[in-house]
């Protein structure tokens, strides 16, 4: 079982430039979301999708887009980087209560960006 | 609204020495609890989790964790602990049973020493 798939592992931005961390999961869960990991700070969340064509925004959206097209894919867009945005990513996704019998949000292994 | 507070940032411990880290939280709803472990540069692993009944749960690698409704706590504990438990270790709620959307602590480093 592959899981929660995330590309790149490690990426160096420019300031100023833009990107999309990719996102796939193989489990045909509805729930996805993408976090930010910071020193100190845990894991805070930035958007999430709870379908195909469905999103919204976490504790810290600005300077992200996010969209989903499919139920596999959620894919993270970085429209003009900053070096705030140094930090490592994770995508997780988790199924609908009731509707699988494991409850708990699969991670990925991370995105590692640095942002000069 | 809800919040994690991890009460400490690091823990050394010695092998074999028991381990409790330590969780509060607050939130207007109820909430579900969780506990996540992050080896170096991996990505995040469910411990154990309490969704309802018994307040006491088992997880995974011989930890264990108290729900206590009245402190709003949820520590996680291991009477033993090896080397191979040096890990950052998350405390997570979410109004969603999935997990779907999570609030994490701050997380706490264990850090293991023979």
């Known amino acids: ?116 | 609204a809800q919040s994690v507070t991890q009460l400490d940032s690091q823990v050394p411990v010695f092998e074999e020495a028991p381990v409790e880290l330590r969780c509060n939280y607050s939130s207007s709803v109820s909430v579900y609890l969780f506990w996540y472990v992050q080896y170096p540069n991996q990505g995040l692993q469910l411990l154990l989790k309490y969704l309802s009944g018994s307040t006491l749960v088992k997880g995974i690698n011989g930890f264990e964790a108290e729900f206590n409704k009245s402190q709003t706590s949820f520590h996680l504990r291991k009477p033993s602990v090896h080397i191979s438990d040096t890990a950052e270790y998350f405390c997570a709620v979410s109004e969603s049973v999935s997990g779907s959307r999570l609030t994490f602590g701050e997380g706490t480093q264990l850090t293991v020493n023979p």
């Open chain 1, 1 to 116: 079982n592959a899981g929660v798939t995330q590309t790149p592992k490690f990426q160096v931005l420019k300031t100023g430039q833009s990107m999309t961390l990719q996102c796939a999961q193989d489990m045909n869960h509805e729930y996805m979301s993408w976090y930010r990991q910071d020193p100190g700070m845990g894991l805070r969340l930035i958007h999430y999708s709870v379908g195909a064509g469905i999103t919204d925004q976490g504790e810290v959206p600005n300077g992200y887009n996010v969209s989903r097209s499919t139920t596999e894919d959620f894919p993270l867009r970085l429209l003009s980087a900053a070096p705030s945005q140094t930090s490592v990513y994770f995508c997780a996704s988790s199924s609908i209560p009731g509707q699988g019998y494991n409850t708990e949000a699969f991670f990925g292994q991370g995105t590692r960006l640095t942002v000069v």
